[in-house]
């Protein structure tokens, strides 16, 4: 039997053990283990934990009762955890029961319950009631489980925040401005870092990089602009990575945006031929200089395209096994080896993987909607969706459920971070993510 003169206090640590032994196997997945004896939350748990069983019992003053409330109101999470606390089944019961019943037996009760935990594994339960040393013992651990109980729960207060930190840290940026510039002699300059102003010289050239994100070729003396034909061609190559994009003005003056994970080689200078073509992969949007005595050609995967001045996009990402070019002013045509096509403003030609080409109209708003700083897809897959969104936020996707498939229609900022973007999607109700790292996970 329990010391008499400790009934009263060690009928109240008993209590105290059976209620918030409920609060960390309620509110937190770990077990109490020595590493937290040591948390700066102790104190104050211990504190808390006397209110609210005070208050369970009726016992609370004016002043600790003001303290209690106040302590519920400067967080949502610690009203959340007194409500819970209060649903808990049976918690009202018990209470009752250690008023009633006699210490021993609740001590018995407690015990049983607790030696999954591993509290008492070690401990001989035959001998725990019959001596003073052993009740100081048990008091002594029940005091302790008290403050870890509420300690689980600061902890996990802490935890949470720590993950709102790490979730910030880890918030993954939209692309930007990065390219590399591969110049006729090998040279490799790149654009990210290179400062505003001349980058190098080629004969009568100068590839100037501005403050606006793009480089542009000035010819420095059109009177020597006169380069034999039958001399070799020099060509410079831009190329951009995953979660880039960049714009270049080319020596005729037509400009071309690349995005991400894309390239375009170029003569240094089109005086020398009678035409002027360039050779594209990836994807780019194209405002071709008006030039009637020299065609603009871009060769891209099997397709040639024609114009002689005029505004288009081209879509031709080889994971996307189709070439897309769409025509928004002037007149475009279209060559492959099945055959050639001509397409006029709001339409598009599309090669399959087989070569063939066909024409429909289009919304090109959507297909040049990422020029204008904007997902936007109507009726699109959702691997095509995460395919742009790998290239360009630098992401590897992994599906989790084979949903690729499913449709979506939709637009935002592709200047957003990309939790912005996947929310977005998950709106729907047809897919949900999770970002590990660099990695997203697509699942229903």
């Given at each position: 039997?329990?010391?008499?003169?400790?009934?009263?206090?060690?009928?109240?640590?008993?209590?105290?053990?059976?209620?918030?032994?409920?609060?960390?196997?309620?509110?937190?997945?770990?077990?109490?283990?020595?590493?937290?004896?040591?948390?700066?939350?102790?104190?104050?748990?211990?504190?808390?934990?006397?209110?609210?069983?005070?208050?369970?019992?009726?016992?609370?003053?004016?002043?600790?009762?003001?303290?209690?409330?106040?302590?519920?109101?400067?967080?949502?999470?610690?009203?959340?955890?007194?409500?819970?606390?209060?649903?808990?089944p049976g918690l009202q019961e018990e209470l009752a029961f250690f008023q009633?019943?006699?210490?021993?037996?609740?001590?018995?009760?407690?015990?049983?319950?607790?030696?999954?935990?591993?509290?008492?594994?070690?401990?001989?339960?035959?001998?725990?009631?019959?001596?003073?040393?052993?009740?100081?013992?048990?008091?002594?651990?029940?005091?302790?489980?008290?403050?870890?109980?509420?300690?689980?729960?600061?902890?996990?207060?802490?935890?949470?925040?720590?993950?709102?930190?790490?979730?910030?840290?880890?918030?993954?940026?939209?692309?930007?401005?990065?390219?590399?510039?591969?110049?006729?002699?090998?040279?490799?300059?790149?654009?990210?870092?290179?400062?505003?102003?001349?980058?190098?010289?080629?004969?009568?050239?100068?590839?100037?990089?501005?403050?606006?994100?793009?480089?542009?070729?000035?010819?420095?003396?059109?009177?020597?602009?006169?380069?034999?034909?039958?001399?070799?061609?020099?060509?410079?190559?831009?190329?951009?990575?995953?979660?880039?994009?960049?714009?270049?003005?080319?020596?005729?003056?037509?400009?071309?945006?690349?995005?991400?994970?894309?390239?375009?080689?170029?003569?240094?200078?089109?005086?020398?031929?009678?035409?002027?073509?360039?050779?594209?992969?990836?994807?780019?949007?194209?405002?071709?200089?008006?030039?009637?005595?020299?065609?603009?050609?871009?060769?891209?995967?099997?397709?040639?395209?024609?114009?002689?001045?005029?505004?288009?996009?081209?879509?031709?990402?080889?994971?996307?096994?189709?070439?897309?070019?769409?025509?928004?002013?002037?007149?475009?045509?279209?060559?492959?080896?099945?055959?050639?096509?001509?397409?006029?403003?709001?339409?598009?030609s599309l090669l399959a993987s087989n070569e063939t080409l066909s024409v429909?109209?289009?919304?090109?708003?959507?297909?040049?909607?990422?020029?204008?700083?904007?997902?936007?897809?109507?009726?699109?897959?959702?691997?095509?969706?995460?395919?742009?969104?790998?290239?360009?936020?630098?992401?590897?996707?992994?599906?989790?459920?084979?949903?690729?498939?499913?449709?979506?229609?939709?637009?935002?900022?592709?200047?957003?971070?990309?939790?912005?973007?996947?929310?977005?999607?998950?709106?729907?109700?047809?897919?949900?993510?999770?970002?590990?790292?660099?990695?997203?996970?697509?699942?229903?």
């Amino acid at each position: 039997m329990p010391n008499p003169e400790l009934d009263s206090g060690f009928g109240m640590t008993i209590l105290r053990m059976k209620c918030f032994k409920k609060i960390i196997f309620f509110f937190h997945p770990l077990r109490p283990s020595a590493d937290y004896y040591s948390m700066e939350f102790n104190e104050q748990g211990f504190q808390k934990a006397e209110l609210i069983l005070k208050f369970m019992r009726n016992e609370l003053s004016k002043a600790e009762e003001q303290e209690l409330f106040s302590w519920l109101e400067e967080d949502q999470e610690n009203k959340e955890f007194f409500d819970k606390l209060m649903k808990e089944p049976g918690l009202q019961e018990e209470l009752a029961f250690f008023q009633s019943t006699r210490r021993d037996e609740a001590w018995d009760e407690i015990t049983k319950e607790l030696e999954p935990v591993g509290y008492w594994a070690e401990q001989d339960r035959s001998n725990h009631s019959s001596n003073y040393r052993s009740l100081l013992r048990y008091a002594a651990a029940a005091s302790v489980l008290l403050i870890l109980s509420f300690g689980a729960f600061f902890l996990l207060k802490k935890e949470k925040q720590q993950e709102v930190i790490a979730v910030k840290k880890q918030e993954i940026k939209p692309g930007g401005n990065r390219a590399m510039l591969t110049l006729a002699d090998g040279r490799q300059i790149s654009l990210d870092d290179a400062a505003n102003g001349e980058l190098a010289k080629l004969e009568n050239i100068s590839i100037v990089k501005t403050a606006g994100g793009q480089i542009v070729y000035q010819i420095k003396d059109n009177n020597s602009n006169n380069t034999d034909p039958s001399g070799p061609i020099a060509y410079n190559t831009i190329s951009t990575p995953r979660g880039g994009q960049y714009k270049v003005i080319l020596p005729d003056g037509s400009s071309v945006l690349l995005n991400a994970v894309s390239s375009l080689k170029y003569p240094t200078s089109f005086s020398a031929s009678k035409q002027r073509k360039v050779e594209l992969t990836g994807e780019a949007y194209f405002e071709v200089a008006k030039d009637k005595a020299r065609p603009f050609i871009v060769s891209c995967n099997n397709q040639t395209v024609q114009v002689l001045g005029t505004h288009f996009n081209i879509n031709g990402y080889s994971e996307e096994g189709v070439t897309k070019t769409t025509l928004l002013e002037g007149a475009v045509r279209v060559k492959s080896s099945g055959g050639s096509v001509d397409i006029r403003p709001g339409e598009q030609s599309l090669l399959a993987s087989n070569e063939t080409l066909s024409v429909s109209a289009v919304d090109t708003e959507e297909a040049v909607a990422w020029v204008n700083g904007n997902f936007m897809f109507n009726s699109q897959d959702l691997g095509s969706i995460m395919r742009s969104v790998s290239r360009w936020y630098d992401t590897d996707v992994q599906y989790i459920d084979n949903i690729a498939s499913r449709k979506f229609t939709g637009s935002i900022s592709r200047y957003e971070n990309v939790t912005e973007v996947l929310n977005m999607l998950e709106l729907t109700g047809l897919v949900h993510f999770k970002v590990d790292g660099r990695r997203i996970l697509v699942m229903k």
